[in-house]
């Protein structure tokens, strides 16, 4: 039975991102990791990097420069509107950001390709548990088990069911489909993202479009609902077309297709770390509850757990609980009581709210003063109802 250091049971995002930060940082160059993740098709163990697909987009606003050199778009200005308003917003110091799936994975595996320690094999992980001092994996490989042991185990692999079968915390999907499109019209403004348009059908939901143009006739157009119910695909496809009619483009191609559903929930995933297992991505709270973005929130989670690594050993004591938990907790139990809600709460936050600051709340960076200016701009009766929920 092989013996590493770290296991990584799933080598999504935060896997990926968590590895990438071990190997800046230097520190861990004497240990053996692994990464096991499912094979998506049917194809050689061991495979080097098998993340050859773009499999999905990340978009996040930043003021940084780090991944700057994977960045395949950056807006400087974004639009928001509903049915009553449209607004620019200047994002100064902020820049919108879009990062390719497979831009990301290359960047990573070229990296991971260097280093002699850390070893990808394509296998389904069946169980994992701690014993004692050490972890042990069982994996199925082509049909046969194979069995890990490790000192310490980083789970990414989600588990809907720890959620679902709970009524304290709600969960909301933030579920989409989404075209690249390229169009003979030139219809797109290739310097300013939609952040979301409401002007769609709610239908009792929190309904938006959701539009990053990459030039004057392509863009990637999104079908987005944060609602407990998905729907069927044929759903979100008439509405990305119906979209594609009002914007004036009579004559497009389809360049690819991407399609996500992002868990948002204030659930408490860290009581279910241990000594040696830690949760991380989705399955760890790692996803912003309030707007499910996922990169830059992994991007801080994970550099904060390679810091904590080298002064602790104990992963029980990793989380630390605060105010924006609350936030996003009372966010969702509106959100879930009066889903048909959803475009009223948005629009007035940014219809006349400080687009930097807003930006800069949602990153969880803000002062208490802050907070208050961000919340004031929020329909009060809505949240101290949901206060009022929580405390009694």
Excluded at 53 to 65: A, E, G, I, K, L
Excluded at 88 to 94: M, T
Excluded at 156 to 185: A, D, R, T
Excluded at 341 to 369: C, H, M, R, Y
């Amino acid at each position: 039975m092989q013996h590493y250091h770290y296991i990584f049971t799933g080598s999504g995002l935060s896997a990926l991102m968590t590895v990438y930060e071990m190997i800046l940082s230097g520190k861990f160059n004497d240990k053996t990791i692994l990464l096991l993740d499912e094979p998506e098709t049917k194809g050689r163990t061991g495979e080097a990097n098998p993340k050859k697909s773009n499999d999905r987009t990340w978009c996040f606003w930043d003021d940084s420069t780090q991944f700057d050199e994977i960045v395949s778009k950056k807006w400087d200005a974004a639009l928001f509107a509903d049915a009553n308003f449209r607004r620019n917003l200047v994002l100064n110091p902020y820049q919108y950001k879009m990062i390719r799936g497979l831009d990301f994975y290359n960047l990573v595996f070229n990296l991971i390709s260097k280093q002699n320690n850390i070893h990808f094999a394509n296998q389904k992980v069946i169980d994992f548990e701690e014993l004692g001092n050490h972890c042990i994996v069982k994996t199925d490989s082509e049909g046969s088990e194979q069995n890990y042991t490790c000192n310490k185990i980083f789970n990414s692999i989600y588990n809907p069911n720890l959620v679902k079968s709970q009524s304290k915390y709600p969960l909301l999907q933030q579920h989409f489909i989404g075209w690249f499109i390229k169009s003979k019209e030139e219809v797109f403004d290739k310097n300013k993202a939609t952040f979301m348009d409401f002007y769609v059908e709610q239908r009792g939901n929190t309904r938006f479009m959701y539009v990053l143009p990459t030039s004057s006739t392509e863009a990637l157009l999104e079908y987005t609902l944060f609602s407990k119910d998905l729907l069927s695909k044929d759903e979100y496809e008439n509405e990305i077309q119906k979209y594609i009619q009002k914007l004036g483009i009579t004559n497009y191609e389809i360049v690819e297709k991407e399609q996500g559903n992002i868990p948002m929930t204030s659930y408490k995933f860290w009581k279910h770390n241990t000594k040696n297992i830690i949760h991380i991505g989705s399955v760890g709270g790692w996803t912003k509850a309030s707007t499910g973005y996922t990169f830059k929130n992994t991007t801080k989670k994970s550099k904060a757990l390679i810091q904590f690594l080298s002064k602790e050993s104990d992963f029980r004591k990793f989380h630390k609980m605060d105010k924006f938990w609350f936030y996003d907790l009372l966010f969702l139990d509106v959100l879930f009581r009066r889903n048909d809600l959803g475009s009223k709460v948005f629009s007035a936050l940014f219809k006349k709210g400080n687009p930097t600051l807003i930006f800069k709340f949602l990153d969880e960076e803000t002062s208490f003063w802050e907070d208050l200016q961000v919340i004031w701009k929020c329909p009060k009766g809505l949240f101290i109802r949901a206060l009022f929920g929580r405390i009694f």
